[in-house]
């Protein structure tokens, strides 16, 4: 059956320090990813797209990875700031359609 | 504003009761998606609309779920005999292009939180 995995345990990190998330899924062939965040209470906001010929996006201080060989993204936070603090989606094509992985909370601790 | 907005934020409803839920999308967006999201879950897809015409629900759950968009811009998302299964988050969603893939960006409303008792 398909699935999208991440992280299953919340991640706490210290202010400056890097954050990574990991998705992995399996049973789908995805052309694109893309990465949400998501604050309590509000809707998932885009972060970046990245394409099954691109290995690495950065956008800030984002940095996102697509390996379609391991069939993994990684999403990195660098130098992380309390206000980083939220859940991240992952979110592939399946069946012509987004599916969502269930989101990594992360909190940044200042 | 300029964002996807969705009404109402929050609604309480007894078992049985019928439920309509709205959303204005981002004017121009020719995409429209509905999604579920239970707590601690991701958002599941329900049903994609390209302007008025339905092209893909093959997420709603069952027949009780409706979901209507008649002059390709405000959608509601009707749930009939509302159980208490059906409570969740209810995403809006819209996307400028057609298509449902990953390769669009899709803007999203703050939801509507149903709880069914």
């Known amino acids: 059956s398909q699935k999208i995995e991440q992280n299953s345990e919340a991640l706490n990190i210290q202010e400056g320090k890097t954050a990574t998330l990991t998705c992995n899924y399996t049973?789908?062939?995805?052309?694109?990813l893309q990465w949400y965040r998501q604050d309590p209470g509000r809707g998932p906001v885009f972060l970046l797209l990245?394409?099954?010929?691109?290995k690495e996006k950065r956008k800030e201080r984002l940095k996102v990875t697509f390996d379609t060989t391991l069939k993994q993204s990684l999403f990195h936070i660098t130098a992380s700031q309390p206000a980083d603090s939220a859940t991240y989606l992952c979110?592939?094509?399946?069946?012509?359609?987004?599916?969502f992985g269930a989101g990594t909370t992360v909190t940044v601790r200042a | 504003g300029a964002g996807v907005s969705q009404s109402p934020r929050y609604k309480v409803a007894k078992r049985g009761q019928d439920v309509a839920l709205r959303c204005d999308p981002i004017?121009?967006?020719?995409?429209l998606f509905w999604y579920q999201q239970a707590l601690g879950q991701g958002p599941e897809f329900l049903t994609y609309?390209?302007?008025?015409?339905?092209?893909?629900k093959s997420g709603l759950p069952s027949d009780r779920f409706f979901a209507e968009r008649p002059e390709g811009s405000v959608s509601t998302l009707k749930i009939q005999r509302t159980q208490q299964e059906d409570s969740a988050v209810y995403l809006c969603?819209?996307?400028?292009?057609?298509?449902?893939?990953?390769?669009?960006?899709?803007?999203f409303g703050p939801g509507t939180r149903l709880t069914v008792l």
């Open positions: 609309f390209q302007n008025e015409a339905q092209l893909d």
């Open positions: 004017s121009g967006h020719v995409s």
């Open positions: 990245i394409r099954e010929n691109e």
């Open positions: 969603a819209s996307s400028l292009v057609p298509g449902q893939g990953a390769d669009n960006e899709q803007f």
């Open positions: 979110a592939l094509d399946g069946d012509y359609k987004l599916s």
């Open positions: 049973n789908y062939s995805p052309a694109y």
